[in-house]
């Protein structure tokens, strides 16, 4: 496994892969690495013969009283994890090597309307930071292939249409959530719950599972139905930013025919915010 940190080691070991035929995929990343992290490298294995996983923590995409600061940085530990899967190269940049202009100077880049609401509406500029990253990211690796995953869904929406409308010959895929075993998605903020919290926590994909049952049995009143799931998040100690269900392809108002819903939610527990989602094909 090689490790580099500029664009001129990157480009010289790209450069050897292309030249024998090998297809890169890439798995973007922010580093403190856990086994959601490890599906995503093991999809993206799949797809190509050479896997790329970024490690970088992106500062664009952290409002000003958000946990840039304290977001765990585990380099050495994330080195050893992907060593154990067989991953072919971790890029971990320096800062001026992602935003050579420094981040005053920077070009940004923003993708309108499917950003607005959800994350978007609670994390003002958070997308565009996203969406800057993940373009200097494929600029810089240039991969045919980019895996994402669906916890954040909203997220690989945007990076979807940014692609596509951007024209960039990059296949993008979904991989599906991982969970622990009581059902809570993996993410590297869970670390910030209590062991009280941490109790309380799989309630809200529990409460997921529970309307998509409800929607699969035909009911389709949606708004009682997150009002009514909203109310039992927060008798459960959370406190609620969204909980809405919506058409799967581009987060829009479902109508009562829509045959394909995600419900998302995220929710603040303790000093962790916690997001996740369910696709129900009904």
């Given amino acids: 496994m090689i ?3 500029t664009k001129q080691e990157l480009d010289e070991q790209l450069l050897d892969w292309r030249r024998n035929g090998d297809h890169v995929a ?24 050479r896997v790329v996983v970024s490690v970088f923590v992106n500062p ?5 009283d958000e946990d840039f600061e304290d977001y765990p940085r585990t ?17 971990a940049p320096h800062l001026e090597t992602v935003y050579p202009f420094g981040l005053e100077d920077a070009t940004t880049v923003s993708v309108p309307r499917i950003t607005e609401n959800f994350c978007g ?17 494929f600029a810089l ?3 045919d292939i980019a895996v994402f995953g669906q916890k954040d869904y909203q997220q690989q929406l945007v990076i979807r249409h940014m692609s596509l409308d951007l024209n960039l010959p990059i296949s993008i895929i979904t991989a599906e959530t991982v969970r622990e075993d009581d059902g809570l998605a993996m993410s590297s903020r869970n ?49 609620v930013d969204y909980l809405s269900i919506r058409r799967a392809q581009n987060l829009q108002l479902p109508d009562r025919d829509c ?24």
């Fill in 259 to 282: 045959d394909e819903l995600v419900v998302l939610v995220a929710a603040q527990l303790g000093a962790a915010r916690l997001i996740d989602n369910i696709v129900v094909t009904i």
């Fill in 141 to 143: 690796v240039q991969p």
């Fill in 3 to 5: 490790v580099v940190h």
């Fill in 60 to 64: 664009t995409q952290f409002g000003e």
């Fill in 75 to 91: 380099l050495e530990k994330d080195k050893r994890r992907l060593k154990a899967v067989a991953v072919d190269l971790i890029f």
């Fill in 191 to 239: 670390q910030y719950l209590s062991a009280e919290e941490r109790s309380i926590a799989p309630r809200l994909h529990e409460v997921l599972v529970k309307i998509g049952d409800q929607l699969q049995s035909g009911r389709r009143n949606f708004a009682e139905l997150e009002s009514e799931s909203t109310e039992k998040l927060t008798a459960a100690g959370f406190d």
């Fill in 26 to 49: 890439l798995v973007a990343t922010m580093g403190n690495l856990h086994q959601g992290h490890v599906s995503l490298v093991e999809l993206a294995r799949e797809h190509a013969e």
């Fill in 121 to 137: 509406a609670s994390r003002p500029g958070h997308f565009d930071g996203v969406t800057t990253v993940v373009a200097r990211l």
